[in-house]
């Protein structure tokens, strides 16, 4: 077992050594034979681009504080939505687009990313990003129409979509292993916390200004996190001279962007009142889907670069990982739409108070994050992903059976905490053993990979949650019931959807094994 004292700095001393220990197990590097060289896997422990100038702490640190801004705005407007409507005169399908075109964004943009990380340096793809998010922060944040609100949302999600992947990338490229889990957990801090984190933060902007602010509030955090990129930033790799494929971007473009439209659109199919056009264009993304991932594997097979390496998906770590932590993503994401219309709707609670309540559950992942990465490098997955995701299987449950129209706020409160800290130690430890079990050569797409599987589980979290909950309310107004018992019986239909989901996953986490090259850093 290993121990991680800081230095007076603040570092931890094995980040800024040269000839950093990086990379996945030999043995997954012997799995490929990859393009870059790094065939014999007696050479593939160390990250041989990293220089004795990068200083690791403040790059990640920053990377950090980016991503969790960006992932932040992605539900801060769940909360603001009705006063959205009001203020813009728009219905909830055209004010859902709001979240909606920031899913499809990413779902679009990061399947390009590994291409754009090999092509391009890692200090111009971090400032390309920033600068998108801070010109689509400002752009909403004045907005006086609908559409040029859309417009900066689908702004900010561009550069969203480029950041992910590089930090995750970053993490695993500049971090020894022994220490890899510590930091990952700052990174599931960034995946969990902010995401639930976002209608509480919300709840308390709109009590006292407008959503004008929402927006207002991130831009000083995204042009201080700017400037101390530039400072510290240093290119740890070398860019190499890869061809766009126009064609499987179109493909990947159509394809996601298809599925996620389709998604998003389940509560119009479920309630009837439109349903040619999403299962239409539900076919035409799976179509899409199909071919290009035909196209990808031709382009890999004739030694061509495809735009998403599926390499990845060939270890089983790696897959099963990613399995588990969609089924939990889906579910915590779902919970965090559906929990707010329960409590307006139920228990007719205002902005500030669903701020409040939502607040503890989101502190608790946060806070667990670095927490459970340091007990990742002692004792491996299984001990951790296995009790947290049954803690979150056990809470969907006990949802179901106990949120009813006379439900306290304490009670949702005493849920949400043990539903944070289960997804805390599910992120953090899946993060690090899916891409730890793979080669350095396939960091990039790697995290592409599940990134955006991450938005795909997104959308349909939340539109399976938001589609059970109308349902279930509609069919139990139609049976007599009032309209906050409605709102409650919808909700619980909603929490079963999570409870059956987890459920499964509780399964597939007993199959999961540490890395080998981890068990041997952590002696």
């Not at 510590?182 to 916390?193: D, F, Q, T």
């Not at 509030?217 to 061809?243: D, H, S």
């Not at 990742?376 to 992903?385: A, L, W």
């Not at 795909?456 to 139990?476: M, R």
Request: proline share 6%; net charge neutral.
């Amino acid at each position: 077992m290993t121990t991680h004292t800081p230095t007076p700095t603040g570092e931890f001393p094995a980040l800024e050594a040269p000839g950093i220990v990086a990379g996945g197990s030999a043995a997954a590097e012997a799995e490929f034979s990859t393009r870059d060289g790094a065939d014999d896997p007696s050479t593939t422990v160390v990250d041989g681009h990293a220089p004795a100038s990068v200083k690791v702490t403040p790059i990640i640190a920053v990377l950090v504080v980016s991503a969790f801004v960006m992932i932040l705005n992605e539900t801060l407007l769940s909360v603001a939505l009705p006063t959205l409507m009001e203020d813009l005169s728009i219905s909830a399908v055209t004010a859902q687009w709001l979240s909606t075109g920031f899913m499809l964004t990413m779902a679009v943009v990061i399947p390009t990313t590994g291409f754009l990380m090999k092509r391009l340096s890692v200090r111009t793809v971090f400032s390309v990003a920033m600068l998108l998010f801070l010109a689509g922060t400002t752009i909403a944040m004045l907005a006086p129409t609908f559409p040029v609100l859309l417009g900066g949302r689908v702004i900010q999600a561009a550069g969203t979509a480029m950041v992910l992947p590089l930090l995750m990338t970053t993490v695993l490229a500049l971090v020894p292993i022994r220490s890899r889990g510590l930091v990952m957990g700052l990174v599931g801090v960034v995946i969990s916390a902010a995401p639930a984190l976002g209608p509480s933060i919300s709840g308390f902007i709109l009590q006292h200004g407008t959503w004008h602010h929402l927006f207002l509030m991130m831009l000083p955090i995204i042009v201080i996190a700017l400037t101390i990129g530039l400072l510290f930033m240093r290119n740890y790799t070398e860019p190499e001279k890869v061809r766009l494929d126009v064609i499987s971007v179109i493909l990947s473009a159509i394809g996601f962007g298809g599925v996620i439209y389709a998604l998003a659109s389940i509560s119009q199919i479920v309630s009837g009142t439109s349903r040619l056009v999403p299962l239409l264009v539900a076919g035409i993304g799976v179509l899409a889907l199909t071919v290009f991932t035909i196209r990808q594997l031709r382009m890999l097979s004739r030694g061509d670069e495809p735009l998403l390496d599926l390499q990845p998906l060939k270890v089983r770590t790696f897959t099963v990982s990613v399995l588990v932590i969609l089924m939990g993503f889906a579910t915590m994401l779902g919970t965090v739409v559906a929990l707010p219309l329960y409590m307006t709707g139920a228990l007719e609670m205002t902005t500030l108070e669903i701020g409040l309540t939502m607040l503890p559950g989101a502190a608790a992942s946060g806070l667990l994050g670095p927490f459970v990465g340091a007990l990742y490098d002692r004792f491996g997955p299984r001990p951790i992903v296995v009790p947290g995701m049954l803690l979150m299987a056990i809470v969907c449950w006990l949802e179901v059976f106990l949120l009813d129209a006379n439900a306290t706020q304490g009670l949702i409160i005493a849920l949400n905490i043990p539903l944070g800290i289960g997804m805390a130690m599910v992120m953090t430890p899946l993060m690090t053993l899916s891409l730890g079990a793979l080669p350095r050569s396939l960091y990039g797409h790697g995290s592409a990979i599940l990134n955006t599987l991450q938005q795909l589980a997104g959308a349909l979290g939340t539109a399976v949650f938001i589609a059970l909950l109308t349902l279930g309310s509609a069919i139990a107004v139609e049976s007599g019931a009032s309209a906050e018992i409605a709102q409650a019986s919808g909700a619980s239909w909603a929490f079963a959807f999570g409870g059956v989901v987890t459920t499964v996953a509780v399964v597939l986490a007993f199959t999961l094994k540490a890395n080998p090259a981890e068990v041997e850093a952590a002696g």
